[in-house]
């Protein structure tokens, strides 16, 4: 565990942070859990045919995104990423357009985002980091790749690749593995062998880091020291935080089937946007008006979101054919034209 | 073999040396490597070594070990790293060593580098040309003489390029690595050691036609990669009966052109395709299929398909017996005039 981290028990502390920080990390985390419980009554009415809650990683991801720079660095998110999205500055409603199935990769733009398109393939987008962490080397700019991925992903053959890669490359790369202890059903000890994955960094000849996921805090730290040693050149890091999937792993889910009750309470009461707001209270870097404040702002904005979300207007059907390719083929039109003739409404 | 003379549909000017195939590949890199400096070619080898079959040689000392690199040995990694290199503004031209390596990476390159600019709706194209020495031939070990074509041709977003002979090579890796959409670029193996005259001009012909290697009048013999040469050769020999063959190399195998084999079966009536792949949901039912649907009235008989058999591919020894030979061709031929 690094310095100022919590041993995931206990309080969290938030004196190492500037209080503009931790009032930004709070506002974060205030506001995608809002969202979170908005998108999943979302679901409940049928807007969104499915969605996974980030429900209990807030820290971990606000933590982690909020120590990258959104002008220079760049986020390669799967699929559970939202407040590292909220966090990272990207256009919420077109994240959000993915989990209403609007379109597959989301709705923003991952150029200027500069955070990836949603991927369901976990483990996918890890080498993707290491490509653009090596460009940016090549082209002589500073700019960090962070990787995000999860306990179940840790088995992928692209991520343990993809840690070679930037092993070898010595590449820029934050390798960020939110441990939720649930890869869908499977627990961590039917899924990490060896017992660590942070402790795997070593045979890649990078640094590994095991932090309280929930400790925002330790997050913040711990990633701002992989962001900063990438950034002068002295490669990769393999961080691991620890943290609980509160939630079932989608609204399709049934966790009942898998795991019991008391273990999900326990780390329901560890809740990471409670420790966070109580430390920056003992802190005395907000008191509680201000908080309120920010909690009414937050409430407001995730409403916000949702609304936006929920009227967005679904895509043209001629769309389907529309970036297949730059531009068309002889058979995509042939086949447009098939669509017009039979299928549009 | 006997060498052929081609007449090509390209129309390309320029100095005209003579090179096999895998010289012409070289060519072709440095001629991208030195107009765009944001060309990147990296895989296994390509580095100090030039590539288990030289396709790269040289070129790490002429552009430096920053734009030639060699990666570790890891096929889904190296496709993954290219989306990356992409999404961060470079053009990335992978190689995967041998066909059967890109089994491993199929996952990048389907479920990623081939949906990347559909996912992003166009906001982060991926102009990837993954090289991939490939088809049969050889005597080489298994995994070293696949066919995968069938499956990039299904893959939405790839583009799949074949060439037939050196100067096709040259033009074809030009207009592929230019290209803004992904492409696999299918090398075949068989033909690396061909020399012939090249024309180093540029790319005349769009990307998707496909061009005729030798007109004729009672049938049209549908291939690309080696399987052009073959072709040929058939056509030689059933000159010396009177039948005059067109073939028609294909070299484009997504997007198909649907127009040109149109074209060259209207006039003929009569359409064998030939391929190394297996047969059954083969890429050869695909273009029996649209010539059947564009020359159903014209046809005078069914279109023909010779191709590998519906087994692994066989170790050396069986290779000549697996591969369409030219009498199996010819038998086709044959039944579509006896039709």
Redesign the interface.
Known sequence: MPQNASAGRGPISVGHLSPDLTRELYRHMRTARDLDTEAIALQRQGVFPAYVSVRGQEAAQVGSAAALDPGRD?V?PTYREMAAAQAHGVDMVGYMASHRAL???G?Y???ASRF??V?A?VG?????????????R??GADGV?LAYFGDGASSE??VH??M??AG?YGAPVVFFCQNNQWALSVPNDRQVAGGSISARAQGYGMPGVLVDGNDVGAVHAAASEAVARARRGEGPTLIEALTYRVEPHSTSDDPGRYRGDTETERWRRRDPVTLLREAILAAGHADESALAETDTAALEEAVRIRDGVAAAPEPDGA?LF?????GS????ARQRRTWQEEVEP | MTELIEHTTATATGPTVELSMQQALNRALRTLLSEDGETLVFGEDVGALGGVFRVTDGLQKEFGADRVFDTPLAESAIMGMSVGLAMNGWRPVPELQFDGFAYPAVDQIVNQVARMNYRTRGTVPMPVTLRLPSFGGIQAPEHHGESLEALFAHTPGLKVAVPSDPGEAYRLLLQSVRCDDPVVFMEPKARYWDRRPVELGEPADPVGTSRIVRPGRHGTLIAWGAMVHRCLQVAELAAEDGVDLEVLDLRWLSPLDTEGLAASVRRTKRAVVVHEAPLTAGLGAEVATRVTDACFGDLAAPVQRVTGFDVPYPAGPLEPQYLPTADRVLLAVQRTLEY
């Open positions: 760049f390669f379109w597959h990769g709705l733009d991952v150029s990836g398109a991927n393939v996918g987008p890890v080498p993707h980091a290491v490509g653009w962490a090596v460009g940016e090549l082209s790749a053959g692209d690749e993809s070679n890669f070898v769309e529309t970036h297949v390719y730059r083929t002889e058979e995509l």
